[in-house]
Structure formats: structure tokens, C-alpha cells
């Protein structure tokens, strides 16, 4: 039986929706600036020499939520590279994460589910992973626009090398800081919506999510329909 082909240039959106497109401009930048993510992130990870391999764990089950536009659309730039009857497997797994997460958070409980990009252990759309995939793991600080700065220790792995380094000097603990980068998602996310992005809604979908709702589309805001319409 012939799978049918997941149209990714061509979907059907409701009314008063429109899709949001990376144009190859947009799409360089956003491959910048990922590879800017993965090398800060290889800086630090050498100095504490961690490694995934051998690890018993998978950081792909950890539950992860994203919240830009651009990075959806990114992802289904690579996803649409995807033969089809890979993309139709993808779907299904992601259907069923969708489903297991819902009946753990139901439960209370924070869901752990392999992601549904996981094939035999690796990503299969590893260049176009999304920002909370590449830089999670190592030491990372950031600080937000009201001024706080956030810290985050790493996976438990990298814990227990930093505590077997640094136990005695934790100041010296190397960091990777996200600050600038997250800037310039958030002026690429911007660009992306024709400096216009706060007149759209903010999202907060998993890779799973994003998959089963096609590419990145929102609703017309009103200004823009009375604009279209004279």
C-alpha cells in the first residue's frame, strides 16, 4: 500500500490563517545561529570532557516545550527533506507521544517519553534540532530582560563531573552563556514576523505537537485583515 506524501509545501489552514515561511535569508541566520549554539556548547563540554557516549541516559525523553516560530519552521524545513514514509512513521510516534504525555501530566506527573525524532538512539533531524536540544546538558547561564539572571547545572552527568572537578573551586565551574544567542532568536523570530511579533499569540508546543500541526501557521490579527480588505 502506497503511503499518501505529507504535503509540507501546500496545507489546507482554516480562514483568517496564514503560514509563517522561513525564506532562505532567514533560514541562514537561524543555521547560524544554531551553529553558534552547538560550538559554545562543545567549548564547555570539552573542558569537563563530557560526552554522551556510554551514558545510561537519554536526554530525548526529557520533556522539553518550545516557543518560537522560527525553530517550528525550521524543523519542518528539515522535516519536509524526509522521505515519506519516514515522515508518516514520525507522525504516528508523535501522535502517540502526544497521547503519553497528556495521560502523565494527567497523573501529575512530568511526562518521559522518547521523542518521536529518535531513531535507533540518534536524531534524525540532528541539524535541525531546536535550541533547548542543543545547548541542554552543560552549564548555562542567562538573564532575562527584567534584569535576573537564571542558571542551570547541566545534565545529571555533567553534575557529577562538576562536582568531581570543582568541589573545591565551583566559581571555576566553565559556563556557556545563552543571553546574546536567545537575543538574537528573539530578533530573528521578529524578523520573521515583520517586526510585528507582538501582535501574535506566544506558543509553548513540544516537537511533537509541532510536527502533528504541519508548519507554523497563526491566525490574522485583526489590523492586518482591515488592511487586506481595503
Not at 515522515?87 to 501529575?108: D, H, K, M, P
Request: with cysteine; proline share 7%.
Amino acid at each position: 500500500m502506497r503511503l499518501r506524501p505529507i504535503r509540507c509545501n501546500v496545507l489546507k489552514k482554516e480562514k483568517r490563517m496564514k503560514e509563517i515561511k522561513l525564506n532562505p535569508e532567514l533560514a541562514d541566520r537561524m543555521g547560524r545561529i544554531y551553529e553558534e549554539m552547538a560550538s559554545r556548547y562543545e567549548q564547555v563540554a570539552t573542558q569537563l570532557q563530557l560526552s554522551c557516549d556510554g551514558c545510561p541516559d537519554n536526554c530525548c525523553d526529557s520533556y522539553f516545550q518550545h516557543h518560537t516560530f522560527v525553530e517550528w519552521g525550521y524543523l519542518w524545513l528539515g522535516f519536509c527533506q524526509l522521505p515519506e514514509a519516514q515522515q508518516a512513521g514520525i507522525l504516528e510516534r508523535s501522535r502517540l507521544y502526544v497521547t503519553g504525555c497528556e495521560q502523565a501530566l494527567e497523573r501529575n506527573e512530568r511526562p518521559q517519553i522518547m521523542c518521536p525524532l529518535n531513531e535507533h538512539g540518534r536524531c534524525v533531524l540532528y541539524r535541525h534540532r531546536l535550541m533547548v536540544c542543543r545547548t541542554h546538558g552543560v552549564p548555562a547561564t542567562m538573564q532575562r530582560p527584567d534584569g535576573q539572571r537564571l542558571n542551570f547545572p547541566g545534565c545529571f552527568h555533567c553534575q557529577e563531573l562538576v562536582e568531581q572537578k570543582f568541589s573545591q573551586q565551583p566559581s571555576a565551574v566553565p559556563q556557556t552563556d545563552r543571553t546574546d544567542l536567545l537575543r538574537k532568536l528573539a530578533m530573528l523570530e521578529n524578523d520573521l514576523m515583520d517586526g510585528a511579533r507582538r501582535l501574535y499569540p506566544r506558543i509553548k508546543l513540544t516537537i511533537a505537537q509541532m510536527l502533528i500541526k504541519g508548519p507554523p501557521a497563526v491566525a490574522i490579527p485583526h489590523c492586518e485583515r482591515e488592511r487586506s480588505s481595503q
